[in-house]
């Protein structure tokens, strides 16, 4: 498969007012998401995906690292450049009452990307935007409404007719049922499912929900503190999971069947500060298999078996693993 996003060593620190101290929010993490898939990066809530989202596209600075997007360094970009590539890359906000502009009519949100870019006269323009909205499951004759007349739902859609304009590569899908209603959100995840098929498009999924991330997810990466702890494809991390951390994430989803019960974990304490994580590995404080050399080593991902990477020394077969070049 080809490499449409290659991400190494992504650091995002953000200052502390009146100290010297920094939040660790993203803290070297390095994954390729492959041309046509979706990579659903999971975490609990804090962990840094949302950051990772952001730097991606560059909507905040990263302070260290590389993001190459079609072979460029989207870091490197300078602010004439970074506007061309942002027609390639977009994203889909996690709410769908703060991303749309209440003093705005939806055709006008829509059709904001074409403006900015220069694609097609107000004819064309007004023409793609029905297109989008109806492409989206919504009537153009929405387009002279207000966002505050729709429902979570209905303004989700509207955003991923915006995202859509202008015919994107890569979209990083910033937790984007979450707001929703558990039947809207099937129905957005179907949409989005629908649209990557019918227009190519990559996907960076971010979610805490495992059950929406198992269904639409091509491979999965979990996030813990900043880190990556653990990359597979969703067979094989949901069938097979190998970081302690993951297997405590995925116990918690419930089983549809009131017959069968899921074994759970339940992990002890809070999440550490990113402000100070704990040394070594940053689970360890946590973790219901740490031993003692947890806190001396910090492990790196680890290649157990094909597409399946690790981070962590009591995982069997770990220290005899290839380490992923970083």
């Known amino acids: 498969m080809d490499t449409l996003v290659d991400v190494r060593g992504l650091v995002k620190h953000f200052p502390v007012e009146g100290t010297d ?4 929010a993203v803290d070297g993490v390095s994954f390729a998401i492959f041309a046509g898939e979706t990579l659903g990066l999971v975490g609990e809530s804090g962990c840094g995906k949302s950051t990772v989202g952001r730097c991606l596209l560059r909507l905040i600075e990263p302070t260290a690292g590389s993001v190459q997007f079609l072979g460029r360094d989207v870091l490197k970009l300078d602010k004439k450049e970074l506007r061309q590539a942002r027609r390639e890359m977009q994203i889909i906000f996690q709410d769908p009452y ?8 939806i055709g006008d949100i829509i ?9 097609g006269g107000k004819n064309e323009r007004r023409d793609r935007v029905a297109e989008l909205l109806r492409r989206v499951g919504l009537d153009p004759d929405y387009m002279n409404r207000y966002a505050h007349e729709f429902s979570g739902g209905q303004r989700q859609r509207i955003g991923v007719a915006r995202t859509l304009a202008l015919n994107p590569k890569l979209i990083v899908a910033d937790e984007p049922v979450s707001a929703l209603d558990v039947s809207v959100q099937a129905q957005v995840v179907n949409l989005l499912q629908e649209l990557q098929a019918e227009f190519k498009l990559t996907y960076l999924f971010i979610s805490h929900g495992l059950a ?5 997810s091509t491979r ?11 990359i597979a494809s969703a067979v094989d991390l949901y069938a097979n999971p190998l970081h302690p951390y993951t297997q405590a994430l995925l116990s918690a989803i419930p089983i549809p069947d009131p017959k069968q019960k899921r074994k759970r974990i339940i992990l002890q304490g809070d999440v550490p500060t990113p402000i100070n994580p704990p040394s070594g590995c940053r689970f360890r404080t946590r973790c219901p298999i740490a031993i003692e050399e947890c806190a001396h080593i910090d492990p790196e991902l680890r290649e157990l078996s094909s597409g399946h990477q690790v981070a962590c020394i009591r995982v069997p077969g770990w220290a005899e693993a290839t380490p992923v070049v970083a």
């Open 21 to 24: 101290d920094v939040v660790r």
């Open 98 to 105: 703060a991303s749309l502009n209440p003093r705005m009519k």
């Open 220 to 230: 999965v990466a979990v996030m813990y503190l900043g880190r990556i702890v653990e």
């Open 212 to 216: 929406v991330v198992e269904h639409i």
């Open 111 to 119: 059709g904001e990307p074409l403006v900015i870019h220069k694609q």
